[in-house]
């Protein structure tokens, strides 16, 4: 019994080098991504199809997390050794190691040659099942703490993974932008050479032009750089080996006045309901074995149900003040389409120049781009404020 106690809590430690390995060898592979973590049955026949092309969609990624992300397939190896276990039971296996640990010390004569080293030796034993004994003294976790807490890790991933879709979305947008003005800088360096050549602009001006379209030119292979590095993090952190060639599919587009839906006191509710953090602090409370822990442990808490409350509040405001900004950014587009419209008609009429309708042109691409990026802040505010209310606010 104590030997397969012991083994338990080695096994833990050892399961975690084994599935990082896993992780390693499974992405340098042959295989394009690695093997799912369910069975077959687990899904239809076309949602596997849907998961194990190369077409990343938006509403896919719970499902790649859960069954392809190394860390969530690691933390599914570790639980199997809670799975069932009280705190007791975990207690146990610690105190049971140090028993372990105390029977094979083996003290030195005082004339032994290696009496040094041995002694050494034996004072670290007792040290470790010092420890072991005080962890189990200490152990508040038990079977639902590691599973909340292993639940929690999957959901955050989630966040992430969905935030990096956004963050690609968004890079997307950032080198229309910065293509924008690499076009208006080359205009600005034409223009400025025609003006050198009939005197009406110095040498100087010419310099500054090519210097602003050498910087811009150079934004661009920033830009292009931030997009294959998102959609690198992106693409490994669900399953795909490095360098697959992955499509990444459309954002969804944000919901109108979520807002305007929103009961913000019962939201609040639900996310002190939901927490896993407070879930988690609530069993340690009830599974710490001295006053003091329990005492710790219910402050953790108590602390923990307010900064959920404000953490709410503020993923509330957030929501809010994106919605606001997202609206204007609609409106700004409104109008730079509006006279786009006019300019586009004065063209054809010949009662505008070429330039100044270029110039126009790149204020309703600006606009466009703003558009968008307000569009995808405002997505990524409503899933930060629905991610808070189902278990993810932060409890500091």
Known sequence: ?????????????????????????????????????SPQFAYSTEKWASLQDDKLEFDEIADRIHEYNSTVEKNRIEYKDYQGKDSNEIAQEYYDAADEIESSIEYPDSDDANYGSSLAAAQRSEASATQMREQGDNNVDDANVKAWGYTQTEKSLVQQAQNLMIQYWNAQENLKSVQNHVSKAEKDYETANLKFSSGSATQTDVLDAKETLLKA?????????????????????????????????????????????????????????????????????????????????????????????????????????????????KRSLELEEKTKQTNDRKL?????????????????????????TAAMSLLQAQLAYQWAVDGLASTQ
């Open 1 to 37: 019994m104590n030997q397969n106690r012991r083994f338990c809590l080695t096994r833990r430690i050892a399961s975690g080098v084994a599935a990082c390995s896993l992780g390693v060898f499974l992405a340098a592979g042959a295989p394009v991504q690695v093997l799912a973590a």
């Open 217 to 329: 030119q150079a934004s661009i292979t920033t830009a292009e750089s931030n997009i294959a590095s998102t959609k690198e993090s992106l693409c490994q952190m669900l399953g795909w080996k490095y360098g697959a060639s992955v499509e990444i599919g459309a954002l969804p587009d944000p919901q109108e006045q979520m807002s305007a839906s929103v009961n913000l006191e019962e939201d609040i509710a639900k996310a002190q309901e939901n927490n896993y953090q407070l879930k988690i602090l609530a069993r340690q409370v009830n599974n710490a074995m001295t006053s003091t822990l329990k005492e710790q442990y219910q402050t953790t808490l108590t602390s923990g149900k307010e900064a959920v409350k404000s953490n709410v509040q503020s993923a509330y405001q957030n929501l809010k003040l994106s919605e606001a900004q997202y609206e204007q950014a």
């Open 348 to 372: 054809a009429a010949g009662l505008i120049s070429q330039n100044a309708y270029q110039s126009a042109t790149y204020s309703y691409e600006s606009a466009s781009v703003a558009k968008e």
